[in-house]
């Protein structure tokens, strides 16, 4: 069992790289989470592992530790009810505002081991004839490396393919793979990934019309959420939008952002937070 220092030293670097918060009723996560990373680096337990780091800190170690601290849970078609609702009325404004001038770029940020990116991916392919050849990107990013090559593989297990998608959508979208399932190539080309932290997302993603960052705020510290609420606005569009998890809020952001009448936890950017980029 690790000691309550060696508890309190992992937290502070996880706050530090990623804003994890680890509330004290869960630090038996900690150990858990822990234990497979000790074994794939080839120590016999986490303690001898956290040994190491205190030998030699090595930072391509560290970073392992603190992406194995945060929460990657993550399923297709995970609370449907915003997805429906970018598709029928957030997604025909962004086209009016586009007007086919440049693509309609879509964020999945903390995007785990893809699902959320790909199921609007398939939402996007099964509407495709009403979308009229409209040019659409989906950019998924993770703070974990092995999450996004998950994501990028676009194969799953049976039990994966269960949570949330539909008979239909798992024969219509995906091919059998040994014990797997692939998305057909019609999906993959839809989507990309690459590695990021939220705290400070890389200048070459550019900026989105709308970025999904469900279920990834609420596991940060308070300063951690405010901080990464403010790089979200930093990376949107002028007539960007904003969608949380359930439960999560744009608390603390300030006037950055403002909610949307009947659309729970989609936010519209304000014009204040362009000009605070600007400033």
Same mark, same amino acid.
């Given at each position: 069992?690790?000691?309550?220092?060696?508890?309190?030293?992992?937290?502070?670097?996880?706050?530090?790289?990623?804003?994890?918060? /680890?509330?004290?009723?869960?630090? !038996?996560?900690?150990?858990?989470?822990?234990?497979?990373?000790?074994?794939?680096?080839?120590?016999?337990?986490?303690?001898?592992?956290?040994?190491?780091?205190?030998?030699?800190?090595?930072?391509?170690?560290?970073?392992?530790?603190?992406?194995?601290?945060?929460?990657?849970?993550?399923? $297709?078609?995970?609370?449907?009810?915003?997805?429906?609702?970018? @598709?029928?009325?957030?997604?025909?404004?962004?086209?009016?505002?586009?007007?086919?001038?440049?693509?309609?770029? /879509?964020?999945?940020?903390?995007?785990?081991?893809?699902?959320?990116?790909?199921?609007?991916?398939?939402?996007?392919?099964?509407?495709?004839?009403?979308?009229?050849? @409209?040019?659409?990107? /989906?950019?998924?990013?993770?703070?974990?490396?092995?999450?996004?090559?998950?994501?990028?593989?676009?194969? !799953?297990?049976? $039990?994966?393919?269960?949570?949330?998608?539909?008979?239909?959508?798992?024969?219509?979208? $995906?091919?059998?793979?040994?014990?797997?399932?692939?998305?057909?190539?019609?999906?993959?080309?839809?989507?990309?990934?690459?590695?990021?932290?939220?705290?400070?997302?890389?200048?070459?993603?550019?900026?989105?019309?709308?970025? $999904?960052?469900?279920?990834?705020?609420?596991?940060?510290?308070?300063?951690?959420?405010?901080?990464?609420?403010?790089?979200?606005?930093?990376?949107?569009?002028?007539?960007? !939008?904003?969608?949380?998890?359930?439960?999560?809020?744009?608390?603390?952001?300030?006037?950055? !952002?403002?909610?949307?009448?009947?659309?729970?936890?989609?936010?519209?950017?304000?014009?204040?937070?362009?000009?605070?980029?600007?400033?």
């Amino acid at each position: 069992m690790l000691d309550n220092g060696v508890i309190k030293s992992i937290s502070t670097e996880a706050q530090r790289r990623a804003g994890i918060a /680890i509330p004290k009723g869960q630090i !038996y996560l900690v150990e858990a989470r822990l234990a497979p990373v000790a074994r794939s680096e080839g120590y016999e337990s986490q303690s001898e592992l956290i040994r190491a780091l205190e030998k030699v800190p090595e930072d391509r170690l560290w970073r392992r530790v603190v992406e194995s601290l945060a929460d990657h849970e993550t399923w $297709f078609f995970r609370d449907p009810e915003p997805l429906n609702q970018f @598709m029928s009325d957030i997604l025909p404004v962004l086209a009016r505002v586009k007007a086919g001038k440049s693509p309609i770029r /879509i964020w999945s940020a903390g995007c785990g081991t893809g699902q959320e990116a790909w199921s609007i991916a398939m939402l996007l392919e099964e509407q495709r004839a009403r979308l009229n050849g @409209m040019d659409i990107e /989906i950019v998924g990013t993770d703070i974990c490396s092995r999450a996004i090559d998950r994501a990028q593989s676009a194969a !799953y297990s049976q $039990f994966e393919v269960q949570r949330g998608l539909s008979i239909h959508r798992l024969i219509e979208h $995906f091919e059998p793979s040994g014990e797997q399932w692939v998305l057909k190539n019609a999906i993959k080309r839809r989507a990309r990934f690459e590695r990021g932290n939220l705290l400070k997302p890389s200048s070459r993603l550019g900026e989105f019309d709308i970025i $999904f960052c469900r279920n990834v705020l609420s596991g940060m510290t308070s300063e951690a959420r405010r901080h990464t609420l403010s790089q979200l606005a930093g990376r949107m569009s002028p007539a960007g !939008y904003l969608v949380l998890g359930k439960g999560e809020t744009i608390a603390g952001a300030g006037d950055m !952002y403002r909610a949307l009448s009947g659309k729970r936890g989609i936010y519209a950017r304000t014009m204040q937070a362009g000009l605070k980029q600007a400033a």
